[in-house]
């Protein structure tokens, strides 16, 4: 059905030119798109400018509040940029004063040792190992005779000649060190009769030693014994002194007075027939049983 009327539109366009209008409708209608994506960009960088300005607004609050701050930065650059640096040689020299306080410790500890150690002075080695006939690792003693540092050996089981010289030029004995306290000339007398009576001392030592016995100390442990091919058994230990020529009497042991300490010492000794005298060292031989205890053997060297 046709409508009663119609509206129509006078165009100043030709032909042609309406045809060639109607042809780019698409082309004006993706104009317009893009003009709208166009505005829709602009507007979002406006917002992104907004934020980016108050962004900037709120630092500039934050430096504005801390300008102090970031001056006293600013003017110890030098030592904020150095911090780290001394930190570093603070923790090294911590280090090495707690190095250095552990060393003083150590050796404090190993003074406190030697001096815990020392039993004195004694004229000859057996007044030592009669004065101490057993003894513990750390301890020492000086011997006249030798003029050296005797220690306990714990592998021996005894005193051993250490070889280390004692330099005592540099001191006083007590009679000397009394007379300090005097006069020069009681010094002097004191000096004298003290050379004197060292000299004689010494003397008589060396006469003392040529008219008696000597003792050799030798200990066998009751873990030390070796059975023998040929039955029985044997020991060979340390002897300080010791050598393959001295022909001793036979072994004793040292008696106590306690009856149970003696009478196992007795016994041990009782086990053993024979000794052997070597470079050092002494062996002792049981035919039969061995100890059942430690025992320690006295070896007499008549001269």
Known sequence: MMPDTFQIYQSDLTGPELDEALRNIGKVQQSVADAAQSAAEASKSAEDAEQAAQT?????????????????????????????????????????????????????????????????????????????????????????????????????????????????????????????????????????????AQEAAGAAQSAADAATSKVYTAIFRASGWAEMGSGGYAQTVYCTGMTANVVPQPPTVQTTGTAETDKAALAALACIQAVQTLAGRVRALCYDDKPATDVTIYLTEVR
Do not use: C
Request: net charge negative; aromatic share 8%; proline share 1%.
């Open 56 to 196: 900037a607004k709120t630092y500039g609050t934050i430096v504005q509040q801390n300008q102090q701050a970031i001056q006293d930065i600013a003017d110890n650059l030098d030592a904020v940029q150095g911090a780290a640096q001394n930190a570093q040689t603070a923790q090294s020299a911590a280090a090495a004063a707690g190095a250095s306080a552990q060393e003083a410790e150590q050796w404090a500890e190993q003074a406190q040792q030697i001096s815990q150690g020392a039993l004195g002075w004694y004229a000859t080695p057996q007044a030592l190992r009669s004065a101490h006939p057993t003894g513990q690792n750390g301890q020492w003693a000086i011997v006249g005779t030798t003029d050296t540092i005797w220690v306990w050996d714990g592998d021996t089981y005894g005193w051993a000649d250490s070889g280390a010289q004692m330099d005592l030029s540099q001191y006083y004995t007590k009679t000397q060190a009394n007379a300090r306290f005097g006069t020069v000339q009681q010094v002097q007398q004191a000096q004298s009769a003290a050379s004197s």
